[in-house]
């Protein structure tokens, strides 16, 4: 009710059932942040808040750095393919921004936060098994009508970005198997 409240709710699925499963039992949410940059900028605020709103009522919020996505490059808002950065850079983005998470939420006691970094999970995994069990289920068709990627067709988009919504996906799959 908080976040109607404070207008955080644009559109969500079955929100009368969220609201009861929130009410009865503590919840885990995520929220994904690329490291391409040294700081968080104010087009984050409103989902570290989010995260905030959720711990302050006893549910655990989880930080996934995209230590593993931010080397692929999010196409979203872009007319032209991101550079690569440097895997030095990553880091050191990666350590600066987890340094300013500490600061909006607890990272102890019972419904503490936790940052997880998707690179741990993507940086051994085989390609093929990948695709077998995951991309067997994605249509190229619904991934070619994602903004993302209509907005980039003109002008080009490499395979790298095009996968991106691929592995984002199996992040919320991952997860949601292993975090719940």
Not at 35 to 43: E, I, N, Y
Not at 115 to 142: A, D, M, P, Q
């Amino acid at each position: 009710s908080e976040f109607k409240k404070r207008e955080y709710f644009n559109q969500c699925t079955n929100s009368d059932e969220l609201e009861r499963l929130m009410n009865k039992k503590k919840i885990r949410a995520y929220i994904g942040f690329d490291c391409t940059a040294s700081s968080l900028h104010v087009g984050s605020l409103l989902q570290i808040m989010c995260l905030r709103l959720l711990q302050k009522h006893g549910h655990q919020p989880i930080v996934l750095l995209g230590g593993g996505t931010t080397r692929i490059g999010d196409p979203s808002g872009k007319s032209k393919e991101r550079k690569f950065l440097d895997e030095k850079i990553i880091i050191d983005n990666q350590n600066k921004i987890q340094v300013q998470f500490e600061k909006f939420l607890n990272f102890k006691g019972d419904n503490s936060a936790s940052i997880l970094n998707n690179k741990t999970r993507f940086e051994n995994f085989n390609l093929l098994s990948f695709l077998r069990n995951v991309g067997k289920h994605i249509s190229v068709n619904y991934m070619m009508a994602k903004d993302s990627v209509k907005n980039r067709l003109e002008t080009g988009i490499s395979f790298t970005e095009f996968s991106y919504q691929l592995i984002q996906g199996y992040d919320f799959y991952w997860l949601w198997k292993n975090k719940n």
